[in-house]
C-alpha cells in the first residue's frame, strides 16, 4: 500500500475513496472497506492523525498506532492511503472546503462512509453534501454496538474476548522492547518488558493468555505488587523462545484474561503461578 502524507505523493486518481479514522480496523471498519473494494477505482483510504478529538483537547486512548492501522489496512486490500495531519486548521474547515482540499486534488469520484460520518467545522458536513458537490457515495449501514468507542470500553474493563467478537480478531497491545528488571529470568520465566506509548490504550492490569505472531505468550500488565512495584508495566514471556527481543517492536496478542494480578505469600509460591498460567496459555484458544 502507498502511504502519503501530502497530497501530490499520491497522483490525480480516479479513485474511490474510504473517510474515517479507522481506530482499531474493527468489522464496522471491514465492511466499509469491503464496499471501497467492491467500488473502485484505486481504493484509498483517508484517514487522520492525530485522532479528530485529540486535535480537539480531548484524550482519547487509542486501540492502535496509526503504524498498525494502516498495517491492517494494507492487508484488507486498500491500494493507497492519505494521512492527513489533524490540526485545528483542519478541524475549522467548512465541508467543502475539507473536499475541495482533500478529496478533488486526489482524484476522488466515490466517497465511501459509515451512514453516520461527519467531516468539516462542527461535523457539518455529511455524505449527503458530498453527493450534492458531485462526488458519488456509498454510505455503509452500521453494524449494531460496533464501535471503537464500546471497545475501548471492554477493552479497558479486561473483557479481551467481548472486545474481539467486535474487532474481528484479539486486543492487540504494541510497543518496543526495552530493559526491565530482568526478574523474570531469575524466576525461570524471562519476559519482554513493553514500552508502549502513552497514547494507546493497555486493558485492565492482570494476567492473559496470548501470542506474538507464532509464539504463545503469558502476559503481565501492572505493577508487579509481589515486589511492591508502582510503574505499570507490560510484560510477555514468550514460551519455548529463545533469542534476544530488545529494541524489537512487538505486537502482542490477548486471548484471554485469566486473573488478577496478586501478591504472594513466598517467591515459590509465585513461581508455581506462573507455572499454572503457563499452562493455561498453553491451552488457550486464539478468539
Excluded: C
Excluded at 466517497?111 to 461535523?123: C, K
Excluded at 515486589?227 to 484471554?256: H, K, N, P
Aim: hydrophobic fraction near 40%.
Amino acid at each position: 500500500m502507498k502511504v502519503a502524507r501530502e497530497l501530490l505523493e499520491l497522483g490525480a486518481g480516479p479513485r474511490a475513496v474510504a473517510l474515517g479514522t479507522f481506530d482499531g480496523v474493527h468489522l464496522g471498519h471491514r465492511r466499509v472497506i469491503e464496499t471501497l473494494l467492491d467500488t473502485g477505482p484505486e481504493p484509498t483510504v483517508v484517514t487522520f492523525d492525530p485522532h479528530p478529538r485529540t486535535a480537539l483537547g480531548n484524550r482519547v486512548d487509542l486501540l492502535m498506532s496509526l503504524e498498525r492501522r494502516l498495517e491492517l489496512l494494507d492487508g484488507l486490500g486498500v491500494d493507497a492511503a492519505l494521512v492527513v495531519e489533524f490540526t485545528l486548521d483542519v478541524a475549522r474547515l467548512e465541508p467543502q472546503a475539507f473536499a475541495d482540499e482533500f478529496l478533488r486534488p486526489i482524484g476522488a469520484e466515490t466517497v465511501v462512509a459509515g451512514e453516520d460520518f461527519r467531516f468539516g467545522r462542527a461535523r457539518r458536513g455529511a455524505l449527503a453534501l458530498l453527493e450534492s458537490l458531485g462526488f458519488a457515495t456509498r454510505p455503509v449501514p452500521l453494524l449494531e454496538n460496533v464501535s471503537s468507542t464500546r471497545i475501548r470500553e471492554l477493552v479497558r474493563d479486561g473483557d479481551v474476548h467481548g472486545a474481539a467478537q467486535l474487532l474481528g480478531r484479539p486486543v492487540e497491545v504494541e510497543g518496543i522492547v526495552v530493559t526491565g528488571d530482568a526478574r523474570g529470568g531469575t524466576l525461570g520465566f524471562p519476559t519482554a518488558n513493553l514500552d508502549v506509548r502513552p497514547e494507546l490504550l493497555v486493558p485492565q492490569n492482570g494476567i492473559y493468555a496470548g501470542a506474538v505472531g507464532e509464539t504463545r505468550a503469558a502476559v503481565s500488565i501492572g505493577t508487579n505488587p509481589h515486589y511492591g512495584g508502582s510503574e505499570r508495566r507490560v510484560e510477555a514471556f514468550l514460551l519455548d523462545f529463545e533469542g534476544d527481543l530488545y529494541g524489537r517492536r512487538l505486537i502482542v496478542e490477548l486471548w484471554e484474561r485469566l486473573r488478577d494480578e496478586q501478591s504472594f505469600e513466598s517467591e515459590q509460591a509465585l513461581i508455581d503461578q506462573i507455572a499454572r498460567d503457563v499452562e493455561r496459555t498453553r491451552a488457550a484458544t486464539r478468539p
